[in-house]
């Protein structure tokens, strides 16, 4: 007869999910994610099967933590402003979670941006190309805009929200809010 689970799988991956996002994947070892979860080895290699598919689930778990703010951007309907809303909103968790650093998805995207990890690379992939088409699809509401300004400004957006989220691991709170002005200056 199986054992009967004793824990929330919900809640133990969010456990992992703040602690993987704290430290990175590499950084985070089985001993700490034990003593975090509160669950033995054991019970994470029967639910999850390794610390890499511990890791996918916190992944899942964080684009689930942060849906409701790609939810409202791709609702949205005010173009430019709406991007730069999403800025705004998307380092607003950082502040809601003070000892996180950055966003998740960015710190995995640039873990293993040389891993030859498939499956992370491909939920990276499809992360930053939703993000890219949601940038493309608000930038076209400028009619004034041709089809090659649209994908050099969503290129451009792309990099600066990936750069806006590695500067909110180490930028104060005003440096950050500059950090997003300036950037819809050139936009």
Do not use: P
Not at 59 to 74: G, M
């Amino acid at each position: 007869m199986a054992r009967k689970k004793e824990y929330r799988e919900e809640e133990v991956v969010n456990k992992a999910m703040n602690l993987f996002w704290k430290n990175g994947y590499e950084n985070t070892s089985m001993q700490m994610l034990e003593k975090e979860m509160g669950i033995n080895k054991f019970s994470i290699y029967s639910s999850f099967g390794s610390k890499h598919g511990l890791f996918i689930e916190s992944l899942k778990s964080y684009k689930l933590k942060v849906s409701n703010i790609f939810e409202k951007f791709s609702k949205a309907s005010n173009g430019v402003e709406d991007i730069k809303q999403f800025f705004y909103d998307s380092v607003s968790i950082i502040y809601k979670e003070a000892d996180q650093k950055g966003c998740l998805i960015t710190n995995t995207y640039n873990e293993f941006s040389e891993s030859e990890d498939l499956l992370i690379k491909e939920q990276m992939n499809l992360f930053m190309n939703n993000l890219k088409a949601l940038f493309i699809e608000k930038l076209k509401m400028d009619a004034t805009k041709n089809e090659e300004t649209v994908h050099k400004q969503a290129n451009y957006l792309l990099l600066a929200k990936h750069g806006l989220a590695a500067a909110s691991r180490v930028n104060s709170k005003e440096e950050i809010e500059d950090y997003i002005e300036m950037t819809f200056k050139n936009i």
